[in-house]
């Protein structure tokens, strides 16, 4: 961490640490501008760690005509592909054909546009598939004989931004988790922002912070207007509109890789995807969501509408005993004054203020997928009040961890076995997925097991623990189980509270 410095003063300041956050600080930093990035709580502690996981071009889009969203969503599946091949796996989807919704053409004419729309060189093209044969044999209801059969990714959300934010601070980027814009006044040709830190766990705070910075990037998701306001000391324009996207995890409802994508008749459409191995997420939601509404959690109507709706295609019913998990995100939309929810742009809108103020960019929307060019054309806009920052850069670059010939996970995991015999298999592969080629970082000089330290459930030792405390800014139970790692889902409750337990002995 930078040592404070009286009247400090840094190009940006980016308040919120999600996936827009993390992705615009590691952009700037990368060109060579100076940037504090502030979260409130944990990284990705918001919606960028709810979502369905998913690296895609967004299909149902083509339905909206939101053809440039799609165009670069498709066009990015690649670039994250080669920048974390360990975060980002390439995935088949089985779409298949319900005779009472979308008619065969609609399907293949919009799967034709999905192939060619975003220039794919690295993953495969749409095939029709029987459903009565092959990995869907006996999945399905014995009225879906016919399916299409496309390509996307899978991601781990959470990672990908702890990614991002390891790359931001490799190039110069200060970040600070647990610590709120408490505060935010124009003071000539800055803005002048108070930073306050506090302790997990803790309701002790540290002296606040006075950074001077010349640009604000607000990327605080569904806070974004409340951090205008502070801004300006008024009421500002709304532009935000909520929309909560609500996840069941249940045990595994079959074999094989593939993901389901399911229509229903109310136009929307739902998946249903293979999860840390030995697990099914079905989503996602879209209802309207109020700040007022309270906590953010999947409701009973949205839990039975998901079961209900993947039931209508799964051969065996989905019920409420087979839930072992949910979880639920809010989506910080722009507004396109669209009645449906599903209907509201998942696009980005970008909100430059700088008449007679420093500027404030404030960002509305956007999707996991398109987070990296989003944050180059933040920059862009941004470029006028830092002519000599150099040319976007992103798109060739790795994330930590994304070292690998070829971008080939699988030849890295399996060199891996090689060099860690002593390690189980599933936890290899669990590590290798999280850290990539900074494996070895976190594994150290082990030799064994018992060289890691204690051992809980999932393979998480006391060494991985340390590891993210000390390089990935966790600071509570829930950062390491829930987000730096998905142990929390693999343990019973008693484990869980037992981790619990011994991390908060572990800090005293």
């Known amino acids: 961490m930078h040592d404070q410095k009286d009247n400090e003063i840094v190009d940006l300041l980016v308040v919120g640490g999600g996936i827009n956050g993390t992705g615009i600080a590691r952009d700037a930093a990368g060109r060579g501008l100076s940037v504090i990035l502030c979260e409130k709580n944990d990284l990705a502690s918001g919606t960028s760690s709810k979502?369905?996981?998913?690296?895609?071009?967004?299909?149902?889009?083509?339905?909206?005509?939101?053809?440039?969203?799609?165009?670069?969503?498709?066009?990015?599946?690649?670039?994250?592909?080669?920048?974390?091949?360990?975060?980002?796996?390439?995935?088949?989807?089985?779409?298949p054909h319900h005779k009472g919704l979308r008619p065969k053409w609609m399907l293949r004419f919009g799967l034709f546009l999905y192939d060619h729309l975003g220039g794919r060189k690295l993953l495969p093209s749409t095939s029709v598939a029987n459903l009565r044969t092959g990995e869907s044999k006996d999945v399905l209801k014995p009225e879906f004989t016919t399916g299409f059969v496309f390509s996307d990714c899978r991601v781990d959300d959470a990672r990908l931004v702890v990614a991002n934010a390891l790359d931001a601070q490799e190039r110069g980027a200060e970040i600070l988790t647990r610590t709120k814009c408490s505060a935010l006044?124009?003071?000539?040709?800055?803005?002048e922002a108070t930073l306050s830190t506090h302790g997990e766990g803790s309701n002790t705070k540290a002296k606040p912070r006075i950074v001077k910075a010349?640009?604000?990037?607000?990327?605080?998701?569904?806070?974004v207007d409340e951090l205008v306001e502070v801004a300006l000391g008024r009421e500002h324009e709304n532009h935000l509109r909520l929309v909560k996207g609500s996840h069941i995890v249940t045990k595994r409802l079959y074999e094989g890789r593939q993901l389901y994508m399911f229509q229903n008749p109310d136009g929307r459409i739902i998946f249903a995807i293979p999860y840390e191995q030995k697990y099914t997420l079905i989503g996602t939601t879209d209802a309207p969501y109020e700040m007022s509404d309270g906590a953010i959690e999947i409701s009973p109507e949205e839990t039975d509408y998901l079961l209900s709706a993947a039931s209508e295609y799964f051969q065996n019913p989905?019920?409420?005993?087979?839930?072992?998990?949910?979880?639920?995100?809010?989506?910080?939309?722009y507004d396109n004054n669209k009645q449906s929810a599903s209907a509201v742009t998942r696009d980005y809108v970008f909100d430059l203020m700088d008449k007679d103020m420093p500027p404030i960019l404030s960002i509305f929307g956007g999707k996991i997928t398109t987070y990296r060019e989003l944050s180059e054309h933040a920059m862009g806009k941004l470029r006028k009040h830092f002519p000599d920052m150099p040319k976007r850069w992103t798109s060739k670059a790795r994330l930590?961890?994304?070292?690998?010939?070829?971008?080939?996970?699988?030849?890295?995991?399996?060199?891996?076995?090689?060099?860690?015999?002593w390690l189980p298999s599933e936890t290899l592969l669990r590590?290798?997925?999280?850290?990539?080629?900074?494996?070895?970082?976190?594994?150290?000089?082990?030799?064994s097991c018992d060289d890691m330290g204690q051992q809980f459930a999932c393979g998480l030792s006391a060494q991985e623990v340390d590891y993210l405390c000390t390089y990935e800014w966790a600071k509570s139970a829930d950062d390491i189980l829930w987000r730096r790692t998905k142990c929390g889902l693999h343990m019973s409750e008693q484990e869980r509270t037992d981790f619990t337990k011994w991390f908060q002995a572990r800090k005293t």
């Open 51 to 95: 979502s369905s996981k998913l690296i895609h071009g967004g299909l149902r889009y083509l339905e909206y005509a939101e053809f440039r969203l799609v165009r670069e969503a498709l066009i990015e599946r690649e670039v994250l592909l080669r920048a974390a091949p360990h975060l980002v796996s390439p995935l088949r989807i089985v779409l």
């Open 214 to 223: 010349k640009c604000i990037i607000n990327a605080s998701g569904i806070r």
């Open 185 to 191: 006044k124009q003071n000539g040709d800055y803005w």
């Open 431 to 447: 590590v290798t997925r999280a850290y990539g080629s900074n494996v070895g970082k976190m594994i150290g000089e082990a030799k």
């Open 400 to 421: 930590p961890g994304g070292n690998m010939s070829n971008a080939d996970f699988d030849k890295y995991v399996s060199n891996k076995t090689l060099t860690y015999p």
């Open 318 to 333: 989905i019920t409420h005993d087979d839930i072992v998990w949910s979880y639920a995100g809010v989506r910080p939309l």
